[in-house]
């Protein structure tokens, strides 16, 4: 496996573990719509989140979270529409990023964005 996609497997695991120190449940991981991607899914009572993972070795390149764009915005949305048609929610939802970066010591630092994308 590439080293870049071992990273972003390793923040995704992290991601999850910490959404579920805060009390969500994972729904499901990679969820995918045609060529869209939904890192995550998770639920907290009446609450459905949709997880943006990113993860990075370092500040070199920037905050991880900066890595999203507007494209990447549309497709979540439109993968999320589309989960939403195939799993009808009647509660809240919201889009989430979990940004996470590795420091030196190879320690991970994880930055949660509640609803981050509008």
């Known amino acids: 496996m ?3 996609l071992q990273l972003g497997h390793q923040g995704e ?3 999850c573990r910490y959404l ?3 009390g969500f ?3 499901t991981t990679n969820w995918r719509d045609a060529h869209r991607e939904i890192d995550i899914i998770a639920r907290k009572g009446q609450l459905l989140v949709f997880v ?10 920037g905050w991880p979270e900066m890595a999203i764009g507007r494209k990447k915005e549309e497709d979540l949305l439109q993968a ?3 989960y939403l048609e195939a799993h009808p929610f009647s509660g809240e939802i919201r889009f989430d990023v ?8 190879h320690h991970a630092q994880v930055y949660h964005i509640p609803d981050a994308l509008h």
């Open 2 to 4: 590439a080293k870049h």
């Open 80 to 82: 999320a529409e589309h």
């Open 52 to 61: 943006e993972v990113k993860t990075r070795s370092g500040y070199a390149g």
């Open 13 to 15: 695991v992290i991601a």
């Open 25 to 27: 449940d994972i729904v």
């Open 98 to 105: 979990v940004a996470i970066v590795f420091d030196a010591w």
């Open 20 to 22: 579920q120190e805060q």
